[in-house]
């Protein structure tokens, strides 16, 4: 089975340092990785994905990601933390269905807090 | 230009009541999803249509009847409320093709059950 997870519910960071949120997965095959972020009472925006190539992945608002497979992880990076990023960060796995069917499997989210 | 689209809102009802939440996309995509976040934010799976038919639909009580009327939109009727559907509801929708496709989310529908 599929599967993603992140070992912490919660990373505190200073404005302007370096943050990384972290993601292991567990997949059979080649795995298909997602970032979202979901601020207060919002969605989820989609930040970045890692399919195949290049292992340092650039999203939106200044993330980046990186996947490394002997390790079987894909942590999300940032290398100057704004008090906007506060939000919840889900790692997410695309499971394949039938044909070209799937659908993502989350981890259950990582609460980020910025502070000034 | 709001990209997927949710309503209501908001929900609060009675338990044992029937509701509809409704998504539109106008992303011109083909996969249209429901997902379910609790109150720990663990989000999951529960239906997904492709081109009007059902292609997902995991293990959710039979009281779950999603209906798609088109490819852009998927509703989702509730019957007999209980408690346990108090939650928040995400509709999302993705263009198939490619190895993958990147899935967009609505805004979430929050339903409290009393």
């Known amino acids: 089975a599929q599967s993603v997870a992140q070992p912490e519910d919660q990373v505190n960071v200073a404005e302007g340092n370096p943050l990384t949120v972290k993601c292991t997965y567990s997949?059979?095959?080649?795995?298909?990785l997602f970032w979202y972020v979901q601020y207060p009472n919002r969605g989820l925006q989609f930040l970045l994905k890692?399919?195949?190539?290049?292992?340092l992945v650039k999203g939106s608002y200044g993330f980046e990601a990186e996947f490394n497979k002997s390790q079987t992880s894909f942590h999300l990076k940032k290398p100057s933390a704004l008090v906007s990023d506060s939000a919840l960060y889900f790692c997410?796995?695309?499971?394949?269905?039938?044909?070209?069917?799937?659908?993502?499997?989350f981890g259950k989210g990582t609460k980020l807090s910025v502070k000034p | 230009d709001t990209a997927v689209s949710q309503t209501p809102k908001y929900l609060v009802t009675q338990m044992g009541n029937d509701k509809s939440i409704k998504c539109e996309q106008n992303?011109?995509?083909?996969?249209m999803y429901w997902y379910k976040q609790d109150s720990k934010k663990f989000l999951k799976i529960m239906f997904s249509?492709?081109?009007?038919?059902?292609?997902i639909n995991e293990t959710v009580p039979n009281r779950f009847s999603p209906k798609s009327p088109d490819k852009a939109h998927l509703n989702l009727h509730i019957n007999s409320l209980e408690l346990g559907d108090s939650a928040v509801y995400f509709c999302?929708?993705?263009?198939?093709?490619?190895?993958?496709?990147?899935?967009?989310f609505g805004p979430g529908t929050r339903l409290t059950v009393l």
């Open positions: 997410a796995v695309y499971r394949r269905g039938g044909g070209s069917q799937g659908n993502l499997i």
């Open positions: 999302a929708s993705s263009q198939t093709g490619g190895e993958t496709d990147t899935q967009y």
């Open positions: 249509y492709n081109n009007k038919e059902l292609i």
């Open positions: 992303l011109g995509h083909d996969t």
């Open positions: 890692y399919i195949t190539g290049d292992n």
């Open positions: 997949v059979s095959g080649n795995p298909y």
